[in-house]
């Protein structure tokens, strides 16, 4: 029976991810599809079996298991493995928010010194402050059915750069 293959392949799977320490709630199903397979020969479709596909979605929180994931993925029979995205945790994104508001402050301040300055006015005190933040660039990566597995070497995943900025307004009184 084909749901029985697939829910053993979809076990193996997840058992081979727990081995590698990914988490229950970092494996999540987000497709389950059964189709039947026609015969077009006669003329008139008729159905010869069904085949069923399974995606999901691992979270793997730590960089160095990613590639081992990946090989263990195809050793447990994932055909097509793809959609590689990284993103910045929410901790270390709110760490490096507060740095970029700290520089872009210390920036704006210096910036608004200078053209006091070269105005011939003093600053006062501050009036108002806006922020606006650009979202993490995620950086997308798909590696599709390759020979991954056994023997063969491991695939180079790469996460790149994640850039995390933050543009600030500061109004200031003028004396």
Request: no cysteine.
């Amino acid at each position: 029976d084909v749901q029985k293959q697939a829910s053993t392949k979809s076990k193996n799977l997840v058992d081979a991810l727990k081995k590698l320490g990914i988490d229950d709630k970092q494996i999540k199903t987000t497709a389950y599809n059964v189709y039947p397979e026609y015969n077009y020969e006669s003329g008139t479709p008729r159905i010869t079996g069904y085949k069923v596909s399974s995606s999901y979605e691992v979270t793997v929180k730590d960089f160095d298991k990613v590639n081992d994931v990946l090989v263990e993925a195809v050793n447990a029979g994932a055909k097509v493995v793809g959609n590689i995205s990284f993103e910045v945790n929410d901790e270390s994104e709110k760490k490096l928010l507060d740095e970029a508001r700290e520089e872009a402050v210390k920036e704006a301040k210096e910036k608004a010194q200078s053209l006091a300055k070269a105005a011939g006015v003093s600053l006062g005190k501050i009036l108002n402050i806006s922020e606006s933040q650009h979202a993490p660039e995620i950086v997308p990566i798909a590696l599709r059915e390759a020979g991954v597995g056994g023997t063969e070497p491991q695939p180079e995943i790469t996460p790149g750069e994640t850039e995390i900025s933050v543009v600030v307004s500061i109004s200031f009184e003028i004396r």
